[in-house]
Each structure stands twice: as structure tokens, then as C-alpha cells.
């Protein structure tokens, strides 16, 4: 069945320090949406990815599909305290999409 | 933006009892709703996909007739959780939305079965 991963499970930095979550999924995806998670809340989208090797930016974060629409990335550069939070990617096949298992992020100031 | 309400945020049951969850769409018309559950510290597992008008669609290793889902309007869908036991404590969530703009959570609700 659709399966997504995303490494690392964990993330600790420093704050001013770059951050990178990875999302793979076995199958070819229609789309990919990046969520973020604080804690004691719910998911809160960030962005989605549409087209084979797109990258858009949002301030300090750049998010990227790749060529084969079956992995993406999110980067974060010169990490803030207010980056805190798991950071889940979400896989779209058809009209239904799977979390990845997501990278929990942690800002140390 | 497009607002998904879920309530209750937080519920007490007793084991054998049934919960009621309700995921309403307020500003816009949902055809399609998810439903989630997420254990602490991991990822959303999705439950079901919840039609308006039709039955919904479970995936693999859900219960359907344990955890029954209505869709009665483009603006509401609903989970019961039927006969809860104390695995069945967890949190939930609906969303909400469409392919093109991605996606709103509720607010979640947390279900503790004793």
C-alpha cells in the first residue's frame, strides 16, 4: 500500500541553523503538501508541490519535488525558535493523501 | 480562509459506550472530509474518506463498523466511535478542503475510553 517516509524522525539545532526534513513515497504522486504541527495542536498547511522538480520559497523556507514526483524536501535556513514543531509531508494518489511519519524539530536557542 | 470546526475537543467515555464526533466545513462546501486518528508523537494515520450523499471509503484495517462515518451534508460529516475500549483512546482529527488548495484541520479531539 502507499507508504510515505520522512527522515530524520528527530532534529535538534541550534538556533541560526540550517534544517532539512526529506519525504519519500513508494509510488509516483500526483502532489505533495507540507503541513506543520505544534505541539498540543493540529496540522496547519504550508504549501503544495505540484510539478516534477518544483521549488517554492516562503521567507526562510524552500520546498522542493523531485524529478520523479516520488521524494521532496523542506529547508529551512537560519532556523528561529518559532520553527518548533513536527513537520509532516503529505503524499497525494488520486483524490487521497498519506502522511509521512514526520520530523519533529527542535530549536535550541 | 476555508475554517474546519471539530467538536468536542475533549471526551471522557466509558468503556462499551459510544462518542460522537462532529467535523463541520463553516465557510465553504465540503464533498470529500478525512478522517484521522494520531497516536502521541507519531504521524496521521488516515481512517476513512467520508463522501457526502454516499458510504464511505475505509482503508485497510479499519473497522468500519466500529468506527461509523456520515456524511449527511456538504458541510458536516461525522465519526462514532462504537463501543470504545481503551485502545480506542487517541486523537482525532478531520479535514477538509480540495486538491488544488490543500487541506484544514479541525481542531482535533481527544478520546480517553476508561
Known amino acids: 500500500g502507499q507508504q510515505v517516509m520522512q527522515i530524520p524522525q528527530y532534529q535538534h539545532v541550534q538556533e541560526g541553523e540550517d534544517f532539512t526534513t526529506y519525504c519519500n513515497s513508494s509510488?509516483?504522486?500526483?502532489?505533495i503538501q507540507w503541513y506543520k504541527q505544534r505541539p498540543g495542536g493540529h496540522p496547519v498547511f504550508l504549501i503544495q508541490l505540484v510539478k516534477s522538480g518544483e521549488v517554492k520559497k516562503q521567507k526562510r523556507l524552500t520546498f522542493q519535488f523531485g524529478e520523479a514526483k516520488k521524494n521532496s524536501s523542506l529547508h529551512i535556513t537560519a532556523t528561529q525558535t518559532t520553527d518548533v514543531g513536527t513537520y509532516f509531508c503529505a503524499g497525494a494518489t488520486g483524490n487521497q493523501f498519506y502522511f509521512g511519519t514526520g520530523t519533529s524539530l527542535t530549536v535550541i536557542p | 480562509g476555508a475554517v474546519v470546526s471539530q467538536h468536542p475537543s475533549r471526551v471522557i467515555c466509558k468503556s462499551g459506550t459510544s462518542v460522537k464526533i462532529e467535523c463541520r466545513s463553516l465557510?465553504?462546501?465540503?464533498?470529500?472530509m478525512f478522517w484521522y486518528r494520531q497516536f502521541p508523537k507519531q504521524s496521521l494515520m488516515l481512517m476513512a474518506t467520508?463522501?457526502?450523499?454516499?458510504?464511505?471509503?475505509?482503508e485497510q484495517g479499519v473497522e468500519k463498523d466500529k468506527f461509523l462515518i456520515n456524511h449527511a451534508s456538504l458541510t458536516l460529516s461525522t465519526l462514532t466511535v462504537t463501543s470504545a475500549h481503551p485502545e480506542d483512546s487517541s486523537f482525532y482529527i478531520c479535514s477538509a478542503g480540495d486538491m488544488d488548495y490543500g487541506y484544514t484541520f479541525g481542531s482535533g479531539t481527544r478520546l480517553t475510553v476508561v
Open positions: 467520508s463522501n457526502e450523499g454516499s458510504k464511505a471509503t475505509y
Open positions: 465557510d465553504f462546501q465540503a464533498t470529500t
Open positions: 509510488t509516483t504522486l500526483s502532489n
